[in-house]
Nanobody, 117 residues
Framework: QVQLAESGGGSVQAGRSLRLSCAAS????????MGWFRQAPGKERQMLAT????????YYKDAAKGRFTISRDNAKNTVYLQIDSLQVEDTAVYYC??????????WGQGTQVTVST
């Protein structure tokens, strides 16, 4: 039901910032939380952070604390991921996921982030 569209990725220089967006269309009351994941070439999928629509409660994986900030705009049905001080190691496809870890989780197509020195 919920369709996710990531945007905001691209090629950037290391040290700069980037804000990714995830537009959620066709949302229902069953959609409780959103999350951001990423997958680098040859690496396993890595969860970064989650946020709830109602209170905006956030959860960050240790690896994402500090440089990553997840937020949401309920009026726009959009979730964001701010990445500061981008590093080459951040190069990956970033995915937006609705209700991650549940049987109704849904994934977007992903947006590529490429960081160069």
């Amino acid at each position: 039901q919920v369709q996710l569209a990531e945007s905001g990725g691209g090629s950037v220089q290391a040290g700069r910032s980037l804000r990714l967006s995830c537009a959620a269309s066709g949302r229902t009351a069953n959609n409780y939380a959103m999350g951001w994941f990423r997958q680098a070439p040859g690496k396993e999928r890595q969860m970064l952070a989650t946020i709830t629509w109602d209170t905006g409660s956030t959860y960050y994986k240790d690896a994402a604390k500090g440089r990553f900030t997840i937020s949401r705009d309920n009026a726009k049905n959009t979730v964001y991921l701010q990445i500061d001080s981008l590093q080459v190691e951040d190069t990956a496809v970033y995915y937006c996921v609705s209700d991650p870890g549940t049987q109704v989780e849904n994934w977007g197509q992903g947006t590529q982030v490429t960081v160069s020195t």
